[in-house]
């Protein structure tokens, strides 16, 4: 029972994802979408969100084997700052409180957690990293400005490591993270860079072409532009099928985020790991919510 409570209550938390920011081009077909579960949700983030992003694609590739699980949370953050436009919904459903945000990572210390980096997690799978058992993993998506200016004072305050996924035609845009700004975080040892694609978009039943460039030029560039290997892949809206997921594993990343709920990774999902959205709603005790997490 407390599974389905639980599942239930992430859904209704990841309706919340980012899948609304409006300013991106794919929003308009998010809103446009029959599928969405306008009754179900709570008015204000309603429109914004396709609840299959929650469920597995059909026809994936490795879907079938059954390798061991592990549990690894990895906590999925979008924008960590105060947010001054109070009609700006969007912002706000995507948003934790910097405050609450620094008495999540003073949690996860005291209780003793360790931190690793998405592109850990191959390795920690396969046994050649040694793994603690209670340990959590944070993501950003976007690169937004925030996660320089924030987050990573905060990284640095705690010795905490973190994912940030970025989108490599936001750069250097209003409110997103600057050329140089990567470069600082990637040199403090405590950031990893990961790809979200070129511009955002959502690769489920994307055309072939689109898709591929999004997901081999976002690591192309990336790489090229900041001297550094792109590991691991976070798909934009948790939007992928079976065909996003092959082009990722063909591009060489060794591991991909989605917004499935769930804190259990394992081989069979490498490349649309897990992720559990804290958010508003677990407060300050992030620890005990990810216990709590069953599946
Ligand atoms: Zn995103």
Do not use: C
Not at 54 to 74: D, V, Y
Not at 113 to 129: M, Q, R
Not at 157 to 186: D, S
Not at 199 to 228: M, N, T, W, Y
Request: cysteine-free; glycine content about 6%.
């Amino acid at each position: 029972m407390r599974r389905y409570l639980t599942h239930g209550l992430f859904f209704l938390l990841g309706a919340t994802l980012s899948l609304g920011i409006s300013h991106f081009s794919n929003a308009r077909s998010v809103l446009n979408n029959k599928n969405l579960f306008a009754k179900q949700t709570p008015e204000v983030i309603a429109p914004y969100y396709d609840p299959e992003v929650f469920l597995k694609p059909e026809g994936l590739t490795n879907s079938s084997s059954r390798s061991a699980k592990l549990k690894i949370p990895i906590i999925m953050y979008h924008y960590v700052e105060q947010v001054k436009d109070h009609g700006d919904f969007v912002r706000k459903s995507l948003n934790i409180n910097p405050h609450l945000f620094e008495q999540q990572i003073v949690n996860l210390k005291e209780q003793g957690y360790s931190d690793y980096f998405v592109k850990d997690i191959p390795d920690i799978l396969a046994g050649v990293v040694n793994y603690a058992s209670s340990s959590a993993v944070l993501t950003f998506d976007d690169g937004y400005e925030d996660f320089y200016t924030v987050v990573f004072p905060l990284l640095k305050k705690y010795n905490m490591r973190a994912t940030v996924y970025i989108a490599y035609n936001f750069i250097g845009k209003k409110g997103f993270l600057t050329e140089n700004q990567i470069r600082e975080l990637i040199e403090s040892d405590l950031v990893e860079i990961g790809s979200h694609t070129l511009d955002h978009v959502s690769l489920k039943s994307a055309r072939p072409d689109v898709a591929k460039e999004q997901i081999f030029g976002s690591k192309e560039k990336l790489e090229e532009r900041f001297g550094i290997k792109i590991k691991t892949f976070a798909y934009p809206y948790g939007s992928f099928d079976a065909a996003a997921e092959r082009l990722v594993k063909e591009a060489s990343y060794s591991a991909a985020v989605s917004v499935i709920p769930g804190s259990l990774q394992s081989q069979d999902n490498l490349f649309y790991l897990s992720r559990i959205r804290p958010g508003l709603f677990t407060g300050t005790t992030v620890d005990s919510a990810l216990k709590e997490y069953e599946h």
